[in-house]
């Protein structure tokens, strides 16, 4: 299973569901038929905004700040939606409006409910990206998997593409966590 398919598994949980529902005051049925078209959409955002330095530097600040390790229906009860918010707008920069408004038509929400999940979720999104880019940066040693063997088993790469990619992203400053977000969007 790739890091989006247990991002999608963990905010789809009933527990996460209801936590929205509860935060956002949008059905269940309308936050289900949401997140399986927008945390893609955000993954890949993100993937776009880290293929620069400046970027990969940004987001790598974003998620240094996002480190929670609570559940993820716990990081959404606690969600600051005004920081969630920000995130949001920084990850999809000037594509917000358009964004925002494809997953309105999309999921028949209007566009301040989708906004407001969007809002609500966020957080709890770079918490577990964060968590993941901190798995890529361990050592064997201590977490039992390196970048290659994690981009293979989330990205289904083979384990030789995997072992250069990492050698290739070790070499380039920014560019595992580009390489984590590339395998989190196939």
Do not use: C, W
Request: proline share 3%; aromatic share 2%.
């Amino acid at each position: 299973m790739n890091l989006l398919s247990l991002l999608l598994t963990s905010m789809l949980a009933p527990s996460s569901v209801n936590s929205l529902e509860q935060k956002t005051n949008v059905s269940s049925a309308l936050i289900r038929k949401l997140l399986p078209l927008a945390i893609p959409l955000l993954i890949k955002a993100m993937t776009t905004n880290a293929s620069n330095q400046s970027g990969a530097l940004s987001l790598l600040g974003a998620l240094s700040q996002h480190k929670s390790t609570n559940t993820m229906d716990d990081q959404i009860k606690t969600a600051d939606t005004q920081d969630g918010k920000k995130i949001v707008g920084h990850i999809l920069g000037n594509d917000y409006d358009n964004a925002i408004g494809q997953l309105s038509r999309q999921t028949g929400m209007e566009t301040s409910q989708v906004a407001s999940v969007l809002a609500a979720l966020a957080p709890a999104l770079l918490s577990g990206v964060s968590a993941a880019n901190t798995q890529a940066a361990k050592p064997a040693q201590t977490s039992g998997l390196d970048l290659g063997s994690l981009l293979g088993m989330f990205g289904g790469v083979a384990p030789q593409q995997a072992q250069t990619q990492e050698s290739s992203a070790k070499d380039m400053n920014g560019m595992a966590l580009l390489s984590l977000l590339s395998a989190l969007s196939k």
